[in-house]
């Protein structure tokens, strides 16, 4: 299905330092876009203080991010894509890349605007 946005939670990650660290987080959000075969064109990201990371990735298919709080041991993904990819994969890559105990996710179809304003 073309026009997924994938909408993920995780909670109780175990893997606290990829919270905590941009480097780690930007490693790894690299090796998952990878391996879902989109194509990155542009990145940023932030490396709060004194722990915590935002990763934003402009795609060619749209865009992902990542926000991270390490305290509360949560991460939130958003990942956008015009062309299909496979969001059952995509949350696997995440949960299993962030160690979570718990998840919870929503894929929104886009692209089917039906209320129109009247001129």
């Known amino acids: 299905m073309k026009n997924q946005h994938l909408v993920l ?3 109780g990650i175990k893997n606290v330092e990829i919270l905590k660290h941009l480097n780690l ?13 989109v194509t990155v064109v542009n990145k940023s990201g932030y490396q709060f203080k004194p722990f915590g990371a935002t990763m934003v990735y402009v795609l060619a298919e749209s865009h ?6 390490w305290e509360e041991q949560e991460a939130y993904i958003d990942l956008f ?4 990819f496979d969001h059952d994969l995509a ?6 890349l ?3 105990s718990k998840y919870d996710y929503n894929i929104l179809s886009r ?4 209320n129109q304003l009247n001129s």
């Open 64 to 69: 992902c991010t990542c926000h991270t709080f």
């Open 91 to 96: 949350v696997k890559l995440f949960v299993n």
């Open 81 to 84: 894509c015009c062309s299909e």
């Open 98 to 100: 962030f160690n979570a």
């Open 111 to 114: 692209g089917n605007v039906k």
């Open 9 to 11: 939670q995780l909670e």
């Open 25 to 37: 987080l930007e490693s790894s959000m690299n090796k998952i876009l990878d391996q879902l075969k």
